[in-house]
């Protein structure tokens, strides 16, 4: 089983940008489809993009879409959030986690990193 751990976040003006990381352990990464929830304080945690096994499909939040990019790169056991535009909503802890399908739902994600806090000021 996989263990990941976040890393990228910061604070940032609003309108910066700035790129989320999340590393796996193991060989098995390539096994896992991939997603990013973010939870703000005092929120529930909420999807904001999923993208399959081999990289070929990706789905957005409609609250993201246009500014975020979700990749991943197998050779290096890690997935990527591209976060363009950023405005002070999208303020959050935001966490990795691993699934066996691309979901929206958190429940089906199994495996989940401790979170990297993202911070955007007006």
């Known amino acids: 089983q996989v263990q990941l751990v976040e890393s990228g976040g910061g604070l940032v003006q609003a309108g910066g940008s700035l790129r989320l990381s999340c590393a796996a352990s193991?060989?098995?990464?390539?096994?896992?489809?991939m997603g990013w929830f973010r939870q703000a304080l005092g929120k529930e945690r909420e999807f904001v993009a999923t993208?399959?096994?081999?990289?070929?499909?990706?789905y957005y939040s409609d609250s993201v879409k246009g500014r975020f990019t979700i990749s991943r790169d197998n050779a290096k056991n890690t997935v990527y959030l591209q976060m363009n535009s950023l405005k002070p909503e999208d303020t959050a802890v935001f966490y990795c986690?691993?699934?066996?399908?691309?979901?929206?739902?958190?429940?089906?994600?199994?495996?989940w990193g401790q979170g990297t806090q993202v911070t955007v000021s007006s």
């Open positions: 986690a691993a699934s066996v399908e691309p979901a929206h739902h958190l429940t089906s994600y199994y495996i």
């Open positions: 193991g060989r098995t990464f390539s096994n896992y489809a």
């Open positions: 993208i399959s096994r081999s990289g070929a499909t990706a």
